[in-house]
């Protein structure tokens, strides 16, 4: 059986795996994010080495513009895009598939997740931000410039805030954030905390923000009409205080017969959805 290198760039961590045509995963590993692009392209060439794999697959936390080969992830090489695809070609013996982590995300997840053979997915990670994957009649919607996806710039208050302009409306209203915002804490992991122990302050702060959330799907739904939207990223985690408020806010403000034919679902990959997505699109670049 043919093996793939499959490698999730994270803003902290990279997750590295072999995986099977079949999906298994032969081994996986996770280290520091690289400081500087040269150390990245390293990092990638020393997973691949000896690895045996047939093909390498990509997945960048920000922009990847498929036409010119750049990257732009500001967490991790600063503001100005990098040439990705070339470096990697110069340094690999090896093809290299190469996606945002977003793409990376919905693709997993149609491959082996929840939306397990379906043709129409939104994929919506929130945790620190808010981003979506999109796959449309079996094909993955990347856009003109790699930008696709990026719905935490959705705007859904029509009040402007001078925070909207560092991180779009959806995102500062919906996100990690906001929610340690609302619920008077330092992180949403302590509100989530705080409301399993019964604080109607934390409470509140996620129902506030579940609403936010399912009016952002909402309008996905209306405009792509997906068979299913997945949930998933690290706020997910809070996804029995959160689903229930979420699915009944899209119901409210959607497209009604587009809502009636899509499902809300929590991931099932988890965090493995990237690493799987970037294998997926290592086989498919292989024409298996």
């Given at each position: 059986m043919n093996r793939?290198?499959?490698?999730?760039?994270g803003g902290t961590k990279t997750a590295t795996a072999?995986?099977?045509?079949?999906?298994?995963?032969?081994c996986r590993q996770k280290m520091s994010a690289a400081r500087t692009f040269d150390q990245t392209v390293e990092q990638i060439a020393a997973a691949a080495s000896g690895a045996g794999v047939k093909a390498a697959g990509i997945i960048v936390p920000g922009i990847y513009n498929s036409a010119?080969?750049?990257?732009?992830?500001?967490?991790l090489w600063g503001?100005?895009?990098?040439?990705?695809?070339?470096a990697l070609a110069r340094r690999l013996a090896l093809p290299a598939a190469i996606g945002s982590d977003r793409t990376g995300y919905v693709v997993g997840e149609q491959w082996l997740?929840?939306?397990?053979g379906l043709r129409d997915v939104v994929f919506v990670a929130v945790g620190t931000g808010i981003g979506a994957g999109f796959m449309s009649g079996g094909r993955v919607v990347e856009g003109a410039h790699g930008i696709a996806g990026a719905a935490g710039w959705m705007t859904l208050d029509p009040r402007w805030k001078a925070e909207y302009e560092r991180s779009g409306c959806w995102e500062t209203e919906a996100a990690g954030p906001a929610v340690a915002r609302r619920g008077g804490e330092e992180s949403a992991e302590a509100v989530v905390a705080a409301a399993r122990l019964g604080s109607e302050t934390a409470l509140a702060a996620l129902r506030e923000t579940a609403d936010w959330l399912g009016m952002g799907i909402a309008?996905?739904?209306s405009l792509l009409n997906p068979e299913m939207v997945v949930l998933g990223g690290g706020l997910m985690q809070a996804a029995d205080l959160l689903l229930p408020r979420i699915r009944e806010a899209?119901?409210?403000?959607?497209?009604p017969i587009a809502?009636?034919?899509?499902?809300?679902r929590l991931t099932e990959l988890g965090e493995d959805a990237g690493l799987l997505g970037a294998a997926r699109l290592a086989i498919l670049s292989e024409g298996h």
């Open positions: 793939f290198l499959a490698v999730d760039l072999i995986v099977g045509e079949d999906g298994q995963m032969v010119d080969g750049s990257a732009w992830a500001p967490n503001w100005e895009p990098v040439p990705l695809r070339g997740g929840a939306a397990r309008n996905l739904i899209a119901a409210r403000w959607a497209q809502m009636k034919k899509t499902t809300i």
